[in-house]
């Protein structure tokens, strides 16, 4: 019964023929600006949501979850999400407050990846965040909170052709942490 999954799942399309060159040498130094950057070549390759990210996180016990949650921003507090303060992941943060992002682009071959620890930021902002959401219904939700991840360190990388895919890997500065 697995073996014509597997099949199916070694048979699928690897990259698109053409995948953009990236040279860190001659990016942005500042990680949120060649972020952007990426985020508007990913919109104008038609990637459909390049705001969507997976956050993991991991509670007092060590064990990991992770999940797929929109970026609302980033500014000098860190890269914005949102979410219930009683969901799971929102437990978790609770009791350790680190998480990590990744963001995932297909049609250019882009992995972004964004670890640090993560603060919760003001009522008001968290307030403002579910009055904008889609379809919002002029509710309010206490439990809704906006939350800033700190990064420690941001990973960009790009898959190549030959096999030489590039890692550009940074501290929030921009400095390289090899
Ligand atoms: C593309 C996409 C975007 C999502 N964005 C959010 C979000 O911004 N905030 C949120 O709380 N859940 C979002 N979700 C739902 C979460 O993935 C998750 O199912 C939910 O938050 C419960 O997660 P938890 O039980 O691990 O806390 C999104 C799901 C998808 C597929």
Not at 20 to 41: K, Q, V
Not at 111 to 121: K, P, T
Request: hydrophobic residues 35%; proline residues 9%; contains cysteine.
């Amino acid at each position: 019964m697995s073996e014509p999954f597997r099949r199916l799942l070694r048979a699928l399309p690897d990259f698109p023929d053409t995948l953009p060159d990236f040279d860190p040498e001659g990016a942005p130094t500042d990680p949120a600006e060649l972020f952007r950057h990426w985020l508007g070549e990913a919109l104008a390759e038609g990637e459909r949501q390049p705001h969507a990210c997976s956050l993991a996180t991991a509670g007092g016990d060590g064990k990991p979850s992770s999940r797929m949650l929109i970026l609302k921003n980033i500014d000098d507090d860190g890269w914005h999400f949102a979410t219930s303060r009683t969901s799971r992941k929102g437990r978790e943060l609770g009791a350790n407050p680190h998480a990590a992002m990744t963001f995932y682009w297909p049609t250019q071959g882009r992995q972004v990846r964004v670890a640090g620890a993560v603060v919760e930021l003001s009522a008001e902002a968290s307030a403002q965040d579910w009055a904008e959401r889609p379809r919002a219904d002029g509710s309010t939700n206490p439990h809704w909170q906006l939350y800033a991840l700190r990064p420690a360190e941001i990973e960009f990388w790009q898959a190549s052709h030959d096999g030489n895919h590039v890692r550009h890997r940074v501290g929030p500065d921009g400095s390289p942490l090899g």
